[in-house]
T-cell receptor, first 115, second 110 residues
Framework: DAMVIQNPRYQVTQFGKPVTLSCSQT?????MYWYQQKSSQAPKLLFH???????NEADTPDNFQSRRPNTSFCFLDIRSPGLGDAAMYLC??????????????FGDGTRLSIL | AQRVTQPEKLLSVFKGAPVELKCNYS??????LFWYVQYSRQRLQLLLR??SRESIKGFTADLNKGETSFHLKKPFAQEEDSAMYYC????????????FGTGTLLAVQP
């Protein structure tokens, strides 16, 4: 099945130790998104790629970076994780289209814990 | 600025009872709204979108621009409807960015 795959499902890292989360898609969608979701809160958009163009949300901390080496893959890098970065990280994709907004398709998420 | 409000964190109903999950939005443009659902231990998935005007799993939602609402309704709740429901507003033009409400946990009691 075409889908959005996130690896790993669970990630544990140490305070201040860089960590990378991975997302891949077989949908051939041109837009990819990263969200942060903390407990009992709504998913919050961090940034997205429109094709190769990176778009950061205004309130996304500099500690968060992203790479998209090709259409299928997108990575979330956290340079120096703090305790407040412990959360579920969701990757999503969508296809730009005519005639109204296209829905986003989500992966299972990666739950990040900071020791 | 755009905003989505879901006033209820938890809605508990009995099986067979009607369900209404409330969603209100604030947006200066022409709104496009979605309902997403997350069942236990599953990924967030699209339930329905207002432009499709469809019924999915017995759920419907009508956009009311006068009241800036997009409430989700089902006449007879089933136990398998128990899940977290998020209302989402599309903004950002062609990039299809979404802003989510804080979600409502629907618990259907037997």
């Amino acid at each position: 099945d075409a889908m959005v795959i996130q690896n790993p499902r669970y990630q544990v890292t140490q305070f201040g130790k860089p960590v990378t989360l991975s997302c891949s898609q077989t949908l051939n969608h041109n837009v990819m998104y990263w969200y942060q979701q903390k407990s009992s809160q709504a998913p919050k958009l961090l940034f997205h790629y429109y094709d190769k163009d990176f778009n950061n949300e205004a309130d996304t901390p500099d500690n968060f970076q992203s790479r998209r080496p090709n259409t299928s893959f997108c990575f979330l890098d956290i340079r120096s994780p703090g305790l407040g970065d412990a959360a579920m990280y969701l990757c999503a994709t969508s296809r730009t289209g005519r005639g109204g907004g296209q829905p986003q398709h989500f992966g299972d998420g990666t739950r990040l814990s900071i020791l | 600025a755009q905003r989505v409000t879901q006033p209820e964190k938890l809605l508990s109903v009995f099986k067979g009872a009607p369900v209404e999950l409330k969603c209100n939005y604030s947006y200066s443009g022409s709104p496009e709204l979605f309902w997403y659902v997350q069942y236990s231990r599953q990924r967030l998935q699209l339930l329905l979108r207002h432009i499709s005007r469809e019924s999915i799993k017995g759920f419907t939602a009508d956009l009311n621009k006068g009241e800036t609402s997009f409430h989700l309704k089902k006449p007879f709740a089933q136990e398998e409807d128990s899940a977290m429901y998020y209302c989402a507003l599309l903004y950002g033009g062609a990039t299809n960015k979404l802003i989510f409400g804080t979600g409502t946990l629907l618990a259907v009691q037997p």
